[in-house]
């Protein structure tokens, strides 16, 4: 069991949508909670994450980083990090970042397996990679 991963919701901050999952209350199993959608060159929807988080009862926050092909920080990783430590700001809970390289790959395939079509399902492609992610993060023992 890890306790210090109970209700966490993971974030798949994408610049289309932002892709969600939380974890049991044991902070053992990763299950999709949805996505939201923004628009480009807007700014952050954090109160839309807020919300999010106050619905699921989340008791913190793990954010993918989308690092390059060699594992570098980019922009793109700089503004979600910018975002997760605004919400940490704002909650005053524990928000930790890991690299969410190949989450996305890995949710298509996963899709493609069980024989569904992605077609018209980002959305649910996100929520998976966002499931993907935190069940990573659990699966680590402090």
Sequence with gaps: MNAALARFLAVDYGRKRIGFAISDPLGMIASPAGFITRREGKRAPITKILARAQELEARGFIFGLPLDGEGLETDWTA???????????????PVRFLDER??????????????????GRKGDVDALAATILLQQALNVQD
Excluded: H, Q, W, Y
């Design 79 to 93: 503004e979600i990090r910018a975002v997760g430590v605004e919400i940490a700001k704002r909650t005053g809970l």
């Design 102 to 119: 190949f989450t996305t790959a890995a949710a298509l395939r996963t899709l493609k397996e069980m024989g569904e079509s992605t077609r």
